[in-house]
């Protein structure tokens, strides 16, 4: 089985964020519960409890709460990197590294497309301009453009055709290139609600909001 997770990254200091989101609710009335870190130097990611929907589906609200771009990223299966970004509660642009993933079509007993990855498309929405918002250093375009086109940076985590064979390395590679810490974008809020922190995060710097609740019991 592959790795699912989702969040959400605010171009907005941690400490301005978590403040914002105190009595904020979703569209269905609940309120919004999860946790809060840093991710650079004026980057907050968000971690909700529902990885397939709640990222997609808050950061266009909480761009407009936090006044500031956000950025959905789902990971689905080790096999997609849906990645959207917002900007005044509005939709700017939608990255799918995987197009047709979710159709119907041909498998394999495994659940793979017949054919395997040579049949898989090119992604949509590669081009990196529309991920500069989240800049946290100075990006080389060329090698953001390859991450996206899912051509990988270490050779170990490509296959034989150079590509990502996992979701979670290219969103990291993603993270890293724009110059946010990787290891803390590249996880989700099961795992924090177990305790298993990033390597690298110190317990004082994970943020609570909305009754979320933190430890080894989870939440």
């Known amino acids: 089985m592959g790795t699912f997770y989702g969040n959400v990254l605010v171009a907005r200091k941690c400490a301005e ?3 914002l989101l105190a009595g904020a609710t979703a569209q269905d009335g609940r309120a919004l519960r999860g946790y ?3 991710a650079g130097p004026g980057h907050t990611v968000l971690f909700f409890p529902d990885p397939d929907t709640d990222a997609i589906e808050l950061a266009g609200p909480l761009s407009r709460l936090l006044g500031a771009a956000t950025l959905s990223s789902y990971v689905h299966d080790s096999d997609v990197l849906d990645l959207r970004v917002f900007e005044d509660g509005e939709e700017r642009h939608f990255y799918d590294s995987y197009p047709g993933y979710f159709d119907e079509g041909e498998t394999d007993e495994d659940g793979n ?3 395997g990855d040579s049949v898989r498309p090119d992604p949509e929405g590669a081009d990196p301009e529309a991920f500069l918002l989240f800049a946290a250093a100075p990006v080389d375009r060329a090698v953001l ?5 899912r ?3 270490d050779p170990e985590d490509g296959g034989r055709d150079g590509r990502y064979v996992f979701a979670e390395d290219q969103h990291y590679d993603v993270m890293q290139t724009l110059g946010l ?3 803390r974008l590249s996880t989700g809020y099961t795992g ?7 390597e690298g995060l110190l317990l004082e710097e994970l943020m609570v909001f909305g009754g979320a609740t933190f430890g080894p019991a989870g939440d």
């Open 181 to 183: 810490d990787g290891r």
């Open 17 to 19: 964020v978590v403040p």
């Open 145 to 149: 453009e390859s991450v996206l086109r």
């Open 151 to 153: 051509m990988a940076l």
């Open 192 to 198: 924090l609600s177990r305790g298993e922190l990033p």
């Open 36 to 38: 809060a870190i840093p």
């Open 113 to 115: 497309p017949v054919g």
